[in-house]
């Protein structure tokens, strides 16, 4: 079983960076009414399910209330000693970090599970032979937490490759090397595609499915297993990742985010209704309701807060919420919105596009 990273720091450090950051006894109420310090005392200390960032601390929450580590997402099934953690972090939002990242090659010499040559490195034949050429090879994984996806050009694409200028000197029209950052194995319920491009969204299948094939894609690439895992591996590895809602839990300004009427942070996330089509902007909600502007709710009670700095920072987040549902925008060439309503430019705003309430 694969080690999971500690980069966060303690649990209790955190709930006194809490107390800290909060005003108005704010921090004080953070174990008693969020149950943040009960979730963490029953989650193993490497399963941290806090991210420190730069406005404040995000939190996980599952159904269970805490996380096992225990399952197939933790275990390497593979032939090269990587797990779905070892891309998918939760102290690092369920993906990786390039700070996380540099952090486990220093401790590790680049030899954790991560920095594999199939995929983790500029190209698969790079040099990895030295702690410096392993530095090198996995340069764009440490500096961008970006990892090499290599897929030839498919039948009927309508495009053709003119040309090939390769720095790594691999890519061909056979093996394109294609880099993004792993996505978030978090949230999966409101997944209405699965990859960045959608290639895992399979015609006739429904979102678990997709998401079943792609636990099984990721495990025989990713983590080189040479024959698939079956229907029971691919189901549990999805019931865990659907079971994961993460969200901003507190900001340093505004405090906890689900106070004061407010509804943010993973609890509230956890049961928000969400289903295909929800608030659809084209009018395609399979319920037969009309599409609402006003999609973004979840601050509204901060509106017109005022008076000490904890409730001028909640009155600004109300501010923001309030000009995303209604700033005007010109929107223009988006395909499947502009050519489905047969309009060159859409007066619209930020949720005719983000519209899921």
């Given at each position: 079983?694969?080690?999971?990273?500690?980069?966060?720091?303690?649990?209790?450090?955190?709930?006194?960076?809490?107390?800290?950051?909060?005003?108005?006894?704010?921090?004080?109420?953070?174990?008693?009414?969020?149950?943040?310090?009960?979730?963490?005392?029953?989650?193993?200390?490497?399963?941290?399910?806090?991210?420190?960032?730069?406005?404040?601390?995000?939190?996980?929450?599952?159904?269970?209330?805490?996380?096992?580590?225990?399952?197939?997402?933790?275990?390497?099934?593979?032939?090269?000693?990587?797990?779905?953690?070892?891309?998918?972090?939760?102290?690092?939002?369920?993906?990786?970090?390039?700070?996380?990242?540099?952090?486990?090659?220093?401790?590790?010499?680049?030899?954790?599970?991560?920095?594999?040559?199939?995929?983790?490195?500029?190209?698969?034949?790079?040099?990895?032979?030295?702690v410096e050429t392993r530095r090198s090879a996995y340069?764009?994984?440490?500096?961008?937490?970006?990892?090499?996806?290599?897929?030839?050009?498919?039948?009927?694409?309508?495009?053709?490759?003119?040309?090939?200028?390769?720095?790594?000197?691999?890519?061909?029209?056979?093996?394109?090397?294609?880099?993004?950052?792993?996505?978030?194995?978090?949230?999966?319920?409101?997944?209405?595609?699965?990859?960045?491009?959608?290639?895992?969204?399979?015609?006739?299948?429904?979102?678990?499915?997709?998401?079943?094939?792609?636990?099984?894609?990721?495990?025989?690439?990713?983590?080189?297993?040479?024959?698939?895992?079956?229907?029971?591996?691919?189901?549990?590895?999805?019931?865990?990742?659907?079971?994961?809602?993460?969200?901003?839990?507190?900001?340093?300004?505004?405090?906890?985010?689900?106070?004061?009427?407010?509804?943010?942070?993973?609890?509230?996330?956890?049961?928000?209704?969400?289903?295909?089509?929800?608030?659809?902007?084209?009018?395609?909600?399979?319920?037969?309701?009309?599409?609402?502007?006003?999609?973004?709710?979840?601050?509204?009670?901060?509106?017109?807060?005022?008076?000490?700095?904890?409730?001028?920072?909640?009155?600004?987040?109300?501010?923001?919420?309030?000009?995303?549902?209604?700033?005007?925008?010109?929107?223009?060439?988006?395909?499947?919105?502009?050519?489905?309503?047969?309009?060159?430019?859409?007066?619209?705003?930020?949720?005719?596009?983000?519209?899921?309430?």
């Amino acid at each position: 079983m694969p080690t999971v990273s500690r980069t966060v720091a303690t649990p209790w450090a955190m709930l006194a960076l809490l107390a800290a950051c909060a005003d108005h006894g704010e921090g004080a109420a953070v174990a008693q009414s969020s149950n943040l310090g009960a979730d963490l005392v029953r989650v193993p200390g490497d399963a941290d399910v806090m991210a420190v960032n730069e406005s404040g601390i995000a939190r996980t929450v599952t159904p269970g209330g805490a996380i096992d580590t225990h399952g197939l997402f933790f275990r390497s099934m593979g032939a090269n000693g990587r797990a779905c953690v070892s891309c998918h972090v939760a102290s690092q939002g369920w993906t990786v970090t390039p700070a996380g990242l540099r952090d486990r090659f220093e401790r590790t010499d680049g030899l954790d599970p991560v920095f594999r040559p199939n995929d983790g490195s500029i190209s698969p034949v790079a040099d990895v032979s030295t702690v410096e050429t392993r530095r090198s090879a996995y340069d764009l994984l440490l500096r961008k937490g970006l990892i090499r996806v290599g897929i030839g050009i498919p039948d009927g694409a309508e495009f053709e490759l003119a040309a090939v200028d390769d720095p790594y000197g691999y890519a061909s029209a056979g093996e394109l090397s294609l880099f993004r950052r792993p996505l978030p194995a978090a949230n999966l319920r409101f997944l209405s595609g699965v990859m960045w491009d959608g290639r895992e969204t399979l015609a006739g299948m429904s979102i678990r499915q997709d998401l079943a094939h792609q636990a099984n894609g990721a495990t025989q690439g990713h983590a080189q297993k040479p024959d698939p895992i079956d229907d029971e591996q691919r189901e549990e590895i999805v019931a865990f990742e659907t079971g994961l809602f993460f969200a901003q839990a507190h900001d340093f300004s505004a405090g906890l985010l689900d106070r004061e009427g407010a509804r943010g942070g993973p609890v509230p996330l956890s049961t928000t209704p969400f289903y295909l089509g929800i608030n659809d902007t084209l009018g395609a909600d399979p319920t037969g309701k009309p599409f609402d502007p006003e999609a973004m709710t979840i601050f509204a009670a901060w509106a017109g807060l005022n008076g000490n700095r904890l409730d001028e920072a909640r009155g600004a987040v109300a501010r923001g919420e309030d000009l995303f549902n209604h700033k005007p925008i010109e929107i223009a060439d988006v395909r499947g919105l502009n050519d489905a309503l047969g309009a060159p430019v859409i007066h619209g705003t930020c949720t005719t596009c983000h519209n899921a309430p």
